[in-house]
């Protein structure tokens, strides 16, 4: 399995954006690029994928750097709700086979708000 | 619709018993994962179950086990419990799309003694 690389913490603050890091450089072209965050007490929730564009959704965004060697999670505006551990998974074959997920999990990033 | 459901959400146990612990996915979701998370390991992933057939082991002992039923409900089971056994076990569901990712449950902590 492809490993990914992230800072054990972060912090940051209230109302401002968020850039979390996460480097894979041992990515193959099959690869999909998921983040997952786990909020206190809780089972991990999904936040965002992709594979080679930059992707936005509700939550958060996501950019992939041209040679997937790494890639960003953007918050755009952190609230005290976002301070969670936040998990940057290579998932093999995205969606191609039918729901097959074995996750990857490193330690991520605990990423911390201050108010 | 309703979220994955883990049962019980708490469990104390004695050394050399076998536990069972249960997720109901989310209604439609054929695929379920079964995860144990320690503070010293992580995240770690057991197994996943597809229509009734394991896919995917991960590297545990033969002392956990799982299963899926015709209704995607799934159990796994451990034996023979060791103290280290004691963490938090977590199941997930995906669609088969996999689109939305995979939906985690709240997990069930199991204490063993």
């Known amino acids: ?115 | 619709k309703a979220g994955v459901t883990q049962t019980p959400r708490y469990l104390i146990k004695t050394r050399g018993q076998q536990v069972t612990l249960s997720c109901s996915p989310i209604s439609g979701h054929r695929s379920v994962s079964w995860y144990q998370q320690t503070p010293g390991q992580g995240l770690q992933f057991l197994f996943e179950y597809f229509s009734e057939t394991q896919r995917n082991k991960g590297n545990f002992p033969g002392r956990f086990s799982g299963r899926q039923f015709s209704n995607s409900r799934s159990e796994m089971n451990v034996s023979t419990l060791e103290l280290g056994d004691s963490a938090l076990y977590l199941c997930a569901s995906t669609e088969d799309s996999g689109v939305l990712g995979a939906f985690f449950g709240q997990g069930t902590r199991l204490t063993v003694v």
């Open chain 1, 1 to 115: 399995d492809a490993k990914t690389t992230q800072p054990n913490s972060m912090e940051s603050n209230e109302e401002e954006p968020v850039h979390l890091p996460c480097n894979h450089s041992t990515i193959s072209g099959t690869d999909y690029i998921h983040w997952y965050r786990q909020l206190p007490s809780q089972g991990p929730e999904y936040v965002i994928h992709g594979l080679t564009s930059n992707v936005n959704n509700r939550m958060a965004s996501l950019a992939i750097a041209e040679d997937r060697k790494s890639s960003t999670l953007i918050l755009h505006r952190a609230t005290l709700r976002d301070a969670a551990v936040y998990y940057c998974i290579l998932r093999e074959g995205g969606f191609i086979i039918q729901g097959a997920q074995k996750l990857v999990f490193g330690q991520g990033t605990r990423l911390t708000i201050n108010p």
